[in-house]
């Protein structure tokens, strides 16, 4: 089990690294993200196609798989009686945080559809497995059907340079008054598309990632065949999800649609592989293993440094950066939080917000018991 357990604190650490290759655009803007040029450099489609192969989608993916193992782990730790007031606790105080770290910090929180997912699987947790396979693919399913009907809705990229560009920005670099009130309504905007949408998607994941973790795939992985076919569709669908983004960019919402489906599986091939590099190169626990033990944290801090940087100190970064420039931007604050994990737990034992989150749950839970 703690063989385990070390392994998930590396996917975990993977997974809140990978993260910001993801939002690092959002973090900038967050109403349109990285706004392209009329003539993108080459740099700029080799990194797109690598985003669709790689990075987009991949890394929630897998942090929703494992938000799904750290349930199953408390569930089956505590058993029904006591696991589920204390995931009650849980997830109302991640949904807390979630809702602060949205409307103050960051609109593209992901804290905010997990702990919706939670509520909505927790009390599955003690179902046979059969069932919660059968859940997962449902809900799953779900999410996905509407994702796929959202992407119908045609939306047209807005240029950098153009004016409706110049306004958006212009709405975001205002001030932090003018900021907190486009983090509010998109706070709603975003609970609203979770509620309708995605927390289906991340529910279906969050009871896969249940699944998995007790049919022993994170000590075992995948067999051959399952490795060939995951590989197979991966590719497929990573492959239509390029050429879509390299020549139709106006289908955006479909691209979300197929990164969503792609993401599913290449989790699983992610998660294979570093399951069997971790047998074999132990380096990859001491590295990345401390950064997933304060994941909470490091996910809050990229907000935050990223808030400070594009909205006050740099500022005129986004008018000027290619795909690149916010590539070496993740590379690097990357490198500090290795350094800045493996630093930190050498003093404490938890991180702050890990420990801020677990004073106040416990003591939600305390004040339930009384």
């Not at 929703?64 to 569930?75: H, N, R, S, T």
């Not at 702990?115 to 599955?124: N, R, S, T």
């Not at 069932?131 to 779900?142: D, E, G, Q, S, V």
């Not at 920005?169 to 932090?176: D, F, M, N, V």
Request: charged share 15%; glycine share 6%; proline share 2%.
């Amino acid at each position: 089990m703690t063989q385990r357990l070390d392994v998930l604190d590396l996917l975990r650490g993977i997974s809140v690294l990978g993260i910001l290759y993801m939002n690092i655009y959002y973090h900038a803007v967050f109403e349109i993200g990285y706004s392209p040029l009329i003539e993108a450099p080459m740099s700029d489609l080799v990194i797109e196609v690598i985003n669709a192969f790689f990075i987009d989608g991949r890394f929630r993916t897998l942090f929703c798989v494992l938000f799904g193992v750290g349930l199953a782990i408390l569930y089956d730790k505590h058993g029904q009686n006591n696991a589920l007031p204390l995931l009650n606790a849980r997830l109302k105080w991640l949904l807390i945080f979630g809702v602060a770290h949205s409307v103050f910090i960051f609109s593209g929180d992901i804290l905010i559809n997990y702990a919706l997912a939670g509520f909505l699987v927790y009390k599955e947790l003690g179902n046979h497995q059969a069932i919660i396979l059968k859940k997962a693919k449902t809900y799953f399913a779900i999410g996905f059907v509407v994702l796929i009907l959202l992407s119908l809705i045609p939306s047209e990229p807005i240029y950098r340079g153009s004016e409706e560009y110049l306004a958006i920005l212009a709405e975001w670099q205002a001030g932090y008054g003018n900021q907190l009130i486009q983090q509010i309504i998109f706070t709603v905007i975003m609970l609203v598309f979770s509620l309708v949408c995605f927390v289906w998607v991340t529910a279906g994941i969050v009871l896969f990632g249940v699944y998995l973790y007790r049919s022993d795939f994170f000590t075992n992985g995948l067999s051959q065949f399952q490795l060939t076919s995951v590989v197979v569709v991966t590719l497929v669908i990573s492959t239509a999800d390029a050429v879509i983004r390299v020549n139709w960019p106006a289908l955006a919402e479909l691209n979300m649609a197929l990164a969503t489906l792609s993401a599913l599986f290449c989790a699983l091939l992610y998660i294979h592989i570093i399951i069997k590099l971790a047998k074999k190169v132990s380096v990859l626990k001491a590295l990345f293993a401390p950064v997933g033990r304060m994941a909470f944290s490091l996910y809050l801090l990229q907000s935050i440094v990223f808030a400070i940087f594009f909205r006050y100190s740099n500022i005129d970064f986004v008018n000027e950066a290619t795909r690149i420039d916010y590539l070496y931007l993740c590379i690097s604050f990357s490198l500090v939080q290795l350094a800045l994990a493996g630093i930190y737990l050498k003093l404490f034992s938890v991180g702050p917000v890990e420990w801020l989150w677990r004073k106040a749950y416990n003591k939600s839970l305390q004040s339930v018991i009384k």
